[in-house]
């Protein structure tokens, strides 16, 4: 069973930065589609940043220019990078994995998901 395993999140200031990593064990083709999304208490999750298996990338409007989305050491392993960081970027952050999506253009339905990370918290103060 695929398996997913976060790390990263904590408590920054304002315009501070921070790096989630996502690893997936128990898997070992060659697409591996890692989709960040997240959720603020009393709000829905969102999608908001995606790597693709041929490592194209989205990231949603509202943090582009401020997160990215990128490869590690190997293809099982995606970083969300996250630089000036504000109040309303607060959510518990979440990864999860696809071996079907290949072209990312946009944040992957939810059907497409085959594991879920445990969630990593990102607080942001002012």
């Known amino acids: 069973q695929v398996q997913l395993v976060e790390s990263g999140g904590g408590s920054v200031q304002t315009g501070g930065s921070m790096r989630l990593s996502c690893t997936v064990s128990n898997y070992r083709y060659s697409t591996v589609c890692i989709t960040w999304f997240r959720q603020a208490p009393g709000k829905e999750r969102e999608g908001v940043a995606a790597?693709?298996?041929?490592?194209?990338?989205f990231t949603i409007a509202s943090v582009k220019g401020r997160f990215s989305v990128s490869r590690g050491n190997d293809r099982y392993t995606a970083h969300l990078d996250m630089n000036n960081l504000q109040p309303e970027d607060t959510a518990m952050y979440f990864c999860a994995f696809s071996s079907q999506v290949v072209n990312i253009m946009n944040i992957p339905p939810a059907r497409l998901f085959e594991a879920w990370g445990q969630g990593t918290q990102v607080t942001v103060s002012s």
């Open positions: 790597i693709g298996g041929d490592d194209s990338t």
